[in-house]
């Protein structure tokens, strides 16, 4: 693995207004003492947009001095863009986040996910043969393992059984780094993603979606009769992950051949602790009402509904972190009931 510092690196996040790129700005922010970040989002609304300016707020808020920061409006899919990023930065570091999201959504909403997740990373791969990076690191999801009997999913298992488009274009873009790290040389690591969570986090979660619901009163459903089981992933932990890999490249090898060794890594980063969907409703109510979201005496079983499990849906995730743990040192730490309390207390002041 090749060693990098990020200090005094240039480094691109695509999808900086979104969950996960917003808190990894963050992150850099703390961490770099010099450099630049430049983030680029497309702002679009499959879910409240405020959120994402918000999000971007704080970011300007937050930025130290001795970091140059540029926030881009503009999609991955505008190929010329791209490519003028590329070549006015010379990135040393590239983080691909922006993608559209969401299992239920790429159901009725194909054509986002082509555009976004297959010719998006494309255009990313492309800039990144011409213009050489030291390290792309791009989301992938646990959604990849698709309807997989065999827990905790391992990244050795085979995932060609995608059960959603969304996980189709999570496995292609894995297939697509692998590729241009073999012909180009290209240094890549996808990460797996386990259901991320926490706070100004995405509305069409469930923890979120849930609180909305039962604030106005609304009937929450609770899929497959509760018999679901989420590894959840508090987004600090994510981040954490994401920071220690950026910083570990794969080793650009020569095979006997004399051809590059694909220098191409996937890793999943979740918990490894699945959470029963009835036990996580469960502590979110708590922690609701402990965050004083909803009353005391709030009816929760009057406004909860089990129902059929829905379609690109899967009863189980659960990750096997520990190659991550071998060779960046790191497993997810933080417990649902932590991470769900620091969601219920930055709802409560966010909308209030």
């Not at 981040?239 to 694909?262: F, H, Q, S, T, Y």
Request: glycine letters at 8%; one cysteine or more; hydrophobic letters at 35%.
């Amino acid at each position: 693995m090749e060693k990098i510092d990020l200090n005094h690196k240039t480094i691109l996040v695509t999808g900086h207004a979104g969950f996960i790129g917003s808190n990894l700005v963050h992150r850099l922010f703390h961490d770099m003492k010099e450099g630049t970040i430049v983030g680029i989002d497309n702002l679009n609304n499959y879910y409240d947009p405020s959120l994402k300016e918000y999000r971007l707020s704080e970011l300007d808020k937050a930025k130290p001095a001795g970091i140059n920061y540029k926030s881009v409006k503009g999609s991955i899919a505008d190929k010329v863009l791209i490519d003028k990023l590329f070549a006015d930065y010379k990135f040393d570091i590239v983080v691909n986040l922006a993608a559209q999201a969401g299992v239920r959504y790429s159901i009725e909403n194909p054509d986002v996910y082509i555009e976004s997740n297959i010719i998006g990373f494309y255009n990313i791969l492309e800039a990144c043969r011409h213009n050489p990076v030291q390290h792309l690191v791009y989301a992938s999801s646990s959604s990849v393992y698709g309807g997989n009997k065999k827990v905790p999913f391992s990244t050795d298992d085979r995932v060609d059984n995608p059960v959603s488009l969304y996980a189709a274009t999570k496995k292609s873009n894995e297939l697509m780094a692998h590729c241009y790290s073999k012909l180009y040389n290209i240094p890549s690591t996808g990460l797996r993603f386990f259901t991320v969570y926490g706070p100004a986090g995405r509305p069409d979660m469930a923890y979120f979606g849930f609180t909305n619901k039962l604030l106005k009163g609304d009937t929450i459903q609770i899929y497959n009769y509760g018999n679901c089981r989420r590894d959840f992933t508090y987004v600090d932990d994510i981040v954490e992950g994401i920071v220690r890999v950026m910083a570990g490249a794969p080793e650009r090898k020569n095979g006997e051949d004399g051809l590059p060794i694909p220098p191409y890594a996937v890793y999943n980063i979740g918990g490894g602790q699945p959470e029963n969907l009835l036990d996580f409703v469960n502590i979110l109510q708590e922690e609701l009402v402990r965050a004083g979201v909803l009353p005391k005496d709030y009816d929760f079983d009057a406004h909860k509904k089990l129902v059929p499990m829905q379609p690109g849906d899967v009863p189980t995730t659960y990750a096997d972190s520990e190659a991550l743990q071998r060779d960046y040192g790191f497993t997810p730490k933080i417990t649902l009931r932590e991470g769900l309390r620091k969601f219920a207390e930055w709802y409560k002041a966010y909308y209030d």
